[in-house]
């Protein structure tokens, strides 16, 4: 990969260039430990695999039968408790002000979608929160609709989900995979963690949150994301999301440097990775010094350095008009 990286197109470079950062630390590992993790791993497939080969086997059988219909009856129980669950939050926060529904929702869906992969500077929390922003004001993301479990749950307690677009925008089916009934996260929403590593995070959370309040980004229209991160291995939504075109990528935050990098620059003592267009057509060059990377771009003769936001962690999508 290494050797052949240039001939790649500019949008699989940064993830190559992940997945060789990845695959360099994995074989850093202690041989044993290697072969350790994946002996484990055979063992564990092996035995699923025998599992579903004699579900096939015996299908009919009374002790699958009963299998099967057990998962189901605890399947309807769980689906069940969620529901009454999220409708009880819904419900509690319905009579709570605007500010701190806002505030609730924002967090739960950061925590949860983002959690601690964003850099301090937090570029994927504060874009994360404007895609929220952009799904509140829209009549495809802001509703409740009436084939969903919760709308049912929310009708019983006499709660008229019309009138929470902010609430919709969290617990509508399908937008959030963490809202679903079997995801485990699922109990973040009516249990928040409340660990010390959990409350820290929250409190970074809630700060670009009010900051993201009071100035939000007009420009900013994406209103679906995906990370590879998370789901690694899994279906790239690019090719599904007809109806969107990815966002362009942008740097980070301008570097003050001390001349270093600009020396490297200058020598040519860099790895050049690949270029992208901004939002407004300026062209940046990512390249690498000692094994970190940077976004750059040439002003008045000047090579200027910015903080390198690796689109791998998080993919942004707007509509296509």
């Known amino acids: 990969l290494q ?77 069940n408790f969620v529901h ?52 509140v004001v829209n009549e495809k993301y802001n509703f409740i609709p009436e084939n969903q479990g919760l709308y049912n749950n929310l009708k019983a307690l006499n709660v008229d989900s019309k009138k929470y677009p902010w609430l919709n925008a969290l617990f509508k089916e399908g937008e959030f995979s963490f809202t679903y009934f079997y995801i485990s996260a699922v109990s973040n929403i009516f249990c928040p963690d409340q660990s010390r590593v959990g409350k820290r995070l929250r409190e970074k959370n809630l700060k670009i949150i009010l900051k993201k309040l009071e100035k939000p980004d007009s420009n900013f229209n994406a209103l679906r994301y995906f990370s590879q991160v998370s789901m690694l291995g899994k279906i790239n939504m690019t090719q599904v999301w007809n109806d969107y075109k990815q966002y362009p990528e942008r740097p980070g935050w301008k570097i003050d440097t001390d001349g270093r990098l600009a020396l490297y620059y200058k020598t040519d003592r860099y790895r050049f990775l690949y270029s992208y267009k901004d939002p407004k057509g300026i062209t940046y060059a990512v390249i690498e010094i000692d094994e970190k990377k940077y976004a750059t771009t040439l002003f008045r003769g000047r090579v200027l350095f910015f903080e390198y936001r690796n689109p791998y962690l998080f993919r942004y999508f707007s509509p296509v008009k």
């Open 3 to 79: 050797k052949k990286y240039d001939i790649f197109p500019d949008d699989l470079r940064a993830n190559i260039d992940w997945i060789l950062i990845k695959l360099k630390s994995y074989l850093n590992q202690n041989k044993t430990q290697i072969l350790n993790r994946i002996k484990k791993w055979k063992r564990k497939t092996e035995k699923a695999k025998k599992f579903y080969q004699n579900l096939l086997k015996n299908k009919k059988s009374k002790e699958i039968l009963d299998i099967i219909s057990r998962k189901n009856q605890s399947s309807l129980k769980l689906k």
């Open 84 to 135: 009454n669950q999220q409708a009880a939050v819904y419900q509690y926060w319905s009579n709570k002000s605007a500010l701190m529904r806002k505030l609730y929702v924002l967090d739960t869906i950061l925590f949860n979608e983002v959690g601690p992969l964003d850099a301090d500077a937090g570029y994927e929390r504060s874009d994360v929160i404007q895609v929220v922003l952009n799904r």
